[in-house]
């Protein structure tokens, strides 16, 4: 893709957006005020608006934080590994030694996350899905052929990002303007840098807006993305251009496409979507003009107009401290009440705040307060969430999670950070699945693992009336699911092949103490056998 054809489709993706624009940026004022105002350019600190303008309630800002951190903490909690590698084939997923380098890979591919910024970066992209409705977030690991340098995220600004789609829905092109210094140009692009931003390279603040394209390369579809190629052979390249002219300052490619974007709900006719935060901001308007006149109600309350006649005032009214007011009759200034409703006020401002924690499950993902939580109460919180959130998180979950995972993989295995494949996986020619383990997905392993530990007591209660229906359960399996549903690591169970040889060395065990135990009664019987006819004997003798 040409520099010019990237600008111009910038500003028509730019155009096309210019009508959800207006609904974000009254989001941006009044939910998310500290988001950055979303029409606004930031060319520099001081252009970065600090104060909550004339946002007069903080509900609805507390209520997307507190679902925000819901989600994190139910999908990629930072405190346990979240997710785990399957094989499609479940034959495979039986084998110890496949099971155990799922394990490794899914191990390895935690710890890089954990050392990354994931953690920090992928916070502000919930914030922005639970805000305004959208979120984005980019893998900006080059991959260089030489060295290895981790991986690196950044969740993007909405206000300035755009994106185009396939017919499949997956993200085919993505744009980004950026606005930078011509000192952070040519550090970046070098002797690549036009003359004229050379000119004012430590002379000039003035930022120029630098578009960052990431383009799907049609002639590159079928490459072979498990080996390493060079950029320019990779499925998707990478360009930055100047928004004014369109004049290319550098390029590079990706094996896959490392920008991930999820929406709350998908509107449809439409790439973007909306959130909750689009159902509650008429609430929130209501609730701050509301909150605004209740102010200044409660301020003419407390420093009320006074009144007087015109005869009776002899000098001007001062009301300041220490001030001299000059009047004919004291008893004729009287201070003007306004016997304003601040009940009614107020319980109309207790209404709306309610209605906004609803909006965003905050009164239903919140239990009652306790000193802590007991699992029942972690469970049910969890089953809320599933069943309040289930849309988003399936959304979540093939938008971002299952790709940012798949390119993380092939990014390390490209590395050459991951053991090496078993020959059956790579025999079989099976697909790997993702399964995710946070607290959310394991609360539903924890209903499973329960049902099928009373199914077995309940058997073992039965099999003392009818001990025939011990033949129905098949209690290796059972062990085998318990022990995956519990989260036991493969590397703590017993392949079939090592089950097999210790059942039968048990077997060949038992067999020869049996034997022995019956050589052993053929020899006492022998002996009492011998001892009674030699008995019989004496006594005939002895008559």
């Avoid at 988003?392 to 494949?421: C, Q, V």
């Avoid at 690591?489 to 059942?503: C, F, G, I, Q, Y």
Wanted: with cysteine; charged share 30%; hydrophobic share 35%.
């Amino acid at each position: 893709m040409k520099g010019d054809q990237i600008r111009k489709n910038y500003n028509r993706l730019k155009q096309d957006r210019s009508t959800l624009d207006g609904t974000l940026d009254l989001i941006g004022r009044f939910i998310m005020p500290l988001r950055s105002e979303f029409y606004d350019t930031t060319s520099g600190e001081h252009s970065v608006d600090w104060r909550t303008r004339d946002d007069y309630d903080s509900t609805a800002s507390e209520s997307v934080d507190t679902l925000a951190s819901s989600i994190q903490g139910a999908l990629t909690s930072m405190a346990m590994q979240w997710f785990e590698l399957r094989m499609r084939n479940k034959e495979l997923n039986n084998d110890i030694e496949v099971q155990r380098w799922l394990e490794s890979c899914a191990e390895i591919m935690y710890q890089e996350l954990q050392e990354s910024n994931f953690d920090t970066e992928v916070s502000e992209f919930y914030l922005d899905l639970c805000g305004y409705g959208n979120a984005i977030i980019i893998e900006e690991a080059t991959e260089d052929l030489a060295n290895w340098d981790g991986l690196n995220f950044k969740a993007v600004p909405l206000d300035s990002s755009y994106f185009e789609e396939d017919h499949k829905g997956n993200i085919m092109n993505f744009y980004r303007c950026m606005s930078w210094t011509a000192n952070q140009i040519y550090s970046k692009f070098g002797d690549n840098t036009p003359q004229e931003i050379k000119d004012k390279v430590g002379e000039s603040s003035e930022k120029f807006d630098v578009i960052f394209c990431i383009y799907f390369r049609k002639d590159k579809k079928d490459a072979d993305t498990s080996k390493k190629l060079s950029a320019k052979e990779r499925p998707y390249g990478y360009k930055y251009v100047l928004a004014k002219c369109g004049t290319e300052l550098g390029d590079g490619g990706y094996y896959e496409m490392p920008a991930f974007v999820s929406r709350w709900r998908r509107t449809p006719g439409s790439v973007w979507g909306y959130g909750p935060s689009h159902l509650a901001l008429s609430d929130v308007l209501t609730l701050n003009e509301l909150t605004a006149d209740l102010l200044e109600s409660l301020g003419k309350a407390i420093d009320p107009s006074t009144l007087t006649t015109q005869r009776n005032l002899l000098s001007d009214l001062d009301l300041g401290r220490g001030g001299l007011t000059v009047v004919r009759d004291v008893n004729d200034i009287v201070p003007f009440e306004t016997r304003a409703r601040f009940d009614v006020g107020e319980l109309k401002i207790d209404r709306l705040q309610e209605a906004i924690r609803r909006t965003y499950r905050v009164d239903q993902l919140q239990l009652k307060d306790s000193p802590a939580m007991t699992a029942t109460e972690a469970e049910i919180r969890y089953e809320l969430m599933q069943r309040l959130l289930g849309p988003t998180l399936g959304r979540l979950k093939n938008d971002f999670l299952d790709p940012m995972l798949k390119r993380t993989f092939n990014i390390l295995f490209r590395a050459g950070k991951l053991p090496e494949i078993p020959q059956v996986v790579i025999d079989s020619q099976s697909e790997m699945d993702i399964e995710y383990t946070g607290p959310l997905p394991r609360s539903q392993k924890t209903r499973r693992l329960h049902a099928v530990q009373q199914w077995v007591m309940s058997i073992a209660q039965l099999a003392e009336i009818k001990p025939e229906v011990m033949d129905i359960p098949d209690f290796d399996r059972i062990v085998h699911e318990s022990a995956k549903l519990a989260g036991v690591p493969a590397m703590l169970v017993n392949d079939e092949k090592t089950v097999s040889k210790t059942r039968k060395v048990r077997a060949q065990q038992e067999a020869r103490m049996a034997q022995m135990q019956q050589l052993k009664e053929g020899m006492a019987a022998a002996k009492d056998g011998s001892a009674a006819m030699k008995n019989a004997m004496e006594a005939e003798n002895g008559q």
